[in-house]
């Protein structure tokens, strides 16, 4: 809350606004009553008391009246997989009739059938279909989003799919993180060959695509229908000789060790975790990997086993609460709704899932240094509430009370 010095450029000040700053050192919220927020140059240069503000310095800004409206951080959504081609409504309906994820998935439906469309879809296509999603998203208030490949497959198709990710960022004010997740599914071409794939993958997909710029970090799907944790080390070690920091989809299906496998590459983040035991837990306290939850893919999957938030909370992993926006498990396109299920589904208060949209997001994608609270020297990305309590936002169900939205001060 320390402001900078030199007062000159042009400043916009919101003024009479309610505060929740999400400040790491702050209790709660961080909730200041009588707040306003001051920015220069797209970053935040004050958040605090508005009485703290002088009446010239006032009049010389671009004054915003909040008329008492709550601002939050922008929102982070940190974990989808917005770009692909196609639908899977029918395997909606058909795991409707009783069939499981698992079984979908080993007959060459599931992820496959997402990667089949996605191969056949332009780059315009893509950019179409995910920009719909998007927007619902930025509807809502989300400033940063990350995006991961993974229904490719192949070094073609990922690139394509990379560069939309990199296009939707230059054609909307949101930021955008772009996570190779090539490790998603064996491609069919490598049906016979696992070894081969991973080889590709580790020696050829990652470096190419990293030299193009298209990959801020590596993602796999640890899981007994997807890579093996020997099969996920070949690629995280890849990842890490390129300078690469790693995401795990971690025991989502099963206990398959991914917390621990996720912390001994350093992860920045380890995501789903519903099998994840005490031990796993344990082992990304001690590296710092943040935990990722996703309540709508447990949802859909109507699993029952819920990820460890007791143990999560007692060993102090920060939690971050994302959409998994994707076509089979997680076709939602609204971060509010996680929340929502968040609380209702694995028992995160308001403020938990409030700091899981914000600041742990913004750890999970280790971009704690920029954004995910009100604090003077971050991006002045906010949203701004028509709400009279910081719990609307997670108590509602499918509702937006979003009033307006700035990113990086605009
Ligand atoms: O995060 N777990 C793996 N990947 C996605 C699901 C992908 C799909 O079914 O298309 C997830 O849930
Ligand atoms: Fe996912």
Redesign the pocket.
């Known amino acids: 809350m320390a402001e900078s010095d030199d007062p000159g450029g042009v400043e916009t000040i919101w003024l009479n606004a309610r505060l929740a700053t999400l400040a790491s050192g702050a209790t709660g919220l961080g909730t200041i009553d009588n707040g306003a927020l001051i920015a220069r140059d797209a970053r935040i240069v004050f958040a605090g008391p508005q009485d703290a503000i002088p009446a010239d310095r006032r009049a010389r800004a671009r004054v915003v009246d909040c008329e008492r409206r709550w601002i939050t951080p922008g929102l982070i959504d940190c974990h989808t997989?917005l770009v692909y081609g196609g639908d899977r409504a029918r395997e909606f309906e058909m795991r409707l009739a009783g069939a499981t994820y698992e079984e979908i998935a080993r007959s060459g439906g599931?992820?496959l059938s997402?990667v089949r469309a996605t191969r056949e879809a332009s780059e315009e296509d893509l950019i179409r279909s995910a920009l719909r999603r998007l927007d619902a998203l930025i509807a809502e208030g989300v400033t940063t989003i990350e995006i991961k490949s993974g229904y490719g497959l192949d070094v073609e198709a990922e690139r394509k799919s990379l560069r939309v990710v990199r296009r939707l960022a230059e054609i909307r004010p949101v930021a955008v993180r772009a996570t190779l997740l090539a490790a998603?599914a064996l491609p069919p071409e490598f049906a016979d060959d696992r070894a081969a794939y991973v080889e590709t993958l580790a020696e050829r997909m990652i470096p190419a695509l990293a030299a193009e710029g298209l990959v801020d970090a590596v993602d796999a799907?640890c899981e007994r229908i997807a890579f093996t944790p020997a099969e996920v080390a070949r690629v995280f070690d890849a990842a890490r000789r390129l300078g690469l920091p790693v995401k795990l989809?971690a025991d989502?299906l099963s206990n398959g060790g991914g917390g621990a496998l996720a912390a001994k590459f350093g992860a920045l983040s380890a995501d789903?975790l519903e099998y994840t035991d005490e031990a796993g837990v344990a082992a990304m306290a001690s590296a710092g990997v943040a935990a990722v939850l996703?309540p709508a893919?447990y949802y859909v999957l109507r699993e029952t086993h819920a990820p460890p938030v007791a143990l999560l909370r007692k060993y102090r992993v920060p939690m971050a609460v994302a959409t998994?926006s994707?076509?089979?498990?997680?076709p939602m396109t609204s971060l509010l709704l996680a929340l929502n299920m968040a609380a209702t589904l694995f028992g995160l208060t308001v403020d938990e899932c409030l700091a899981g949209a914000t600041r742990n997001a913004a750890r999970a994608l280790g971009l704690e240094a920029d954004i995910g609270t009100l604090e003077a020297g971050k991006w002045a990305d906010l949203a701004i509430w028509d709400i009279e309590q910081p719990a609307e936002l997670v108590y509602r169900l499918g509702f937006n009370a979003l009033h307006a939205r700035v990113w990086r001060g605009q």
């Open positions: 997989h599931g992820i997402s998603h799907f989809h989502q789903h996703l893919a998994d994707n076509p089979g498990t997680s």
